[in-house]
């Protein structure tokens, strides 16, 4: 009678290959998320600029500052009024009025509303 042998993994190359899955995981994963983050600031700059930039283009034509955001879409600066990456909504946006008190409209500015700080150290609520 022939002797047969199974044939499989030990339970020892199994925790063995988990092992190093997890190390492999374990190096990954935090460049993963501060991949992340870093997409999340470059998108916040080049929102930031391009709103900035539909502000300035409303004041030049019509000499008053926007009232509102919504105002920017309505007269096509704007498609829309982007989402905040950070805070993941477009309610959050601190608006800066003109600091002249003579200037007519109510954002002249506008900056993130997140309490964070940015890779650099600094508050994107600053930038």
Same mark, same amino acid.
């Given at each position: 009678m022939a002797k047969r042998y199974l044939t499989g993994?030990?339970?020892i190359e199994i925790l063995v290959v988990l092992a190093i899955i997890a190390v492999l995981l374990s190096m990954v994963t935090?460049? =993963?998320?501060?991949?992340?983050d870093r997409s999340k600031e470059t998108i916040l700059k080049q929102d930031l600029l391009v709103m900035r930039e539909a502000i300035d283009k409303f004041y030049s034509d019509r000499n008053t500052y926007p009232e509102t955001l919504d105002e920017?879409?309505?007269?096509? =600066?704007?498609?829309?009024?982007p989402e905040d990456p950070i805070t993941e909504t477009n309610a959050t946006w601190i608006l800066v009025p003109p600091a002249d008190m003579n200037a007519k409209g109510s954002i002249y500015d506008i900056h993130s509303g997140s309490s964070l700080l940015a890779e650099d150290g600094s508050p994107y609520a600053e930038w």
């Open positions: 993994f030990t339970l935090p460049k =993963y998320f501060s991949s992340i920017l879409v309505q007269f096509k =600066y704007l498609r829309l009024v």
